[in-house]
């Protein structure tokens, strides 16, 4: 299920923004905001297909998780850029690239490496590179304000230093259901995960300064780790009282329901969008996800 704004922009021909599958956006809603992707890809273990991020509905892919499926990632690639830059740049586009998190992904280096070499191609053109040091609805939320900049009319060079400037107050805050989807990517020991396990122990997590998935702390049970994450807005919120609020899940809308209550309890605030954690952060966050995404003083 998702949710998000009716939005009314006028497209811009001038320059063009990308991001990369790993904002989990909506392709709707990315269509909307004249925002243009490349696809990280995922695979099953012992199976030889690769799908990309919307190749198999979030429902099906969470299933199969639950079923024992182990899901393994891959960043895209410099031919995946360079194949969807090109067009844009022949078209006579400039390009403002936002790329995942350099800290969790060699997506970003990838499209670093495609734009230096098109700009030796088509002089005449511009491609800027910016990591966003963000994950999922975080990614998604500094990819939304960056467009509502550009709709302002602000300028590739402005939009690029605005992300710059932005990029450390998008506040990322994480709980999982399962540990030893964390366990597999080495966020905890097979320990904790078990211990954590046997006593209903959640993480509240959040995505640092370089970009990466940090474990803050940790709490007995799933609905005050919910509630943990809601304090965050009062506690670092740059305006607890305005929004815009992001919210991705590993299907889980239950959970959804539940925070968005105690956000609109405790703050009056409406969440602005609501979508799937993707396949490929989903494969290593696994089934039952809850992230909460809103602009703060610091991380």
């Known amino acids: 299920m998702y949710t998000y704004p009716t939005l009314e922009w006028e497209v811009s021909d001038v320059y063009r923004i990308f991001a990369d599958s790993s904002c989990d956006m909506p392709p709707e809603v990315l269509e909307k905001w004249g925002v243009s992707t490349v696809n ?4 099953f273990e012992g199976e030889e297909r690769e799908y990309a991020n919307n190749q198999m509905t979030f429902g099906d892919f969470y299933k199969r998780l639950r079923e024992g499926a182990v899901a393994k990632t891959s960043a895209a690639n410099e031919a995946a850029f360079k194949a969807a830059f090109e067009p844009v740049l022949q078209a006579g586009e400039d390009i403002l690239y936002v790329a995942f998190s350099s800290g969790l992904s060699t997506t970003c280096q990838s499209g ?22 963000c994950a999922s609805g975080g990614y998604g939320l500094l990819v939304y304000l960056a467009v509502q900049r550009r709709e302002a009319g602000e300028t590739l060079e402005q939009v690029a230093q605005y992300v710059l400037d932005t990029r450390l107050h998008l506040a990322h805050w994480f709980t999982v259901e399962d540990l030893q989807f964390l366990k597999r990517g080495g966020r905890v020991s097979a320990a904790a995960a078990l211990l954590g396990g046997l006593l209903g122990i959640k993480p509240v997590m ?4 370089e970009g990466k998935l940090t474990v803050v702390t940790k709490v007995r049970g799933r609905r005050t780790s919910l509630q943990a994450m809601a304090d965050k807005i009062g506690e670092m919120g740059l305006d607890p009282t305005k929004g815009p609020i992001f919210i991705t899940h590993g299907d889980c809308m239950g959970d959804v329901e539940i ?9 009056g605030l409406g969440v602005d969008i609501v979508s799937y954690v993707g396949t490929v952060i989903g494969a290593h966050s696994g089934p039952g996800t809850m992230a909460l995404f809103f602009l703060a003083k610091e991380r």
């Open 40 to 43: 990280l890809t995922f695979h």
């Open 112 to 133: 670093a490496i495609a734009a230096e070499e098109l700009t030796e191609q088509y002089p005449d053109r511009k491609i800027t590179v910016v990591d966003s040091l």
């Open 206 to 209: 959040h995505v640092d300064d």
């Open 259 to 267: 925070l968005k209550k105690m956000i609109k309890d405790k703050y």
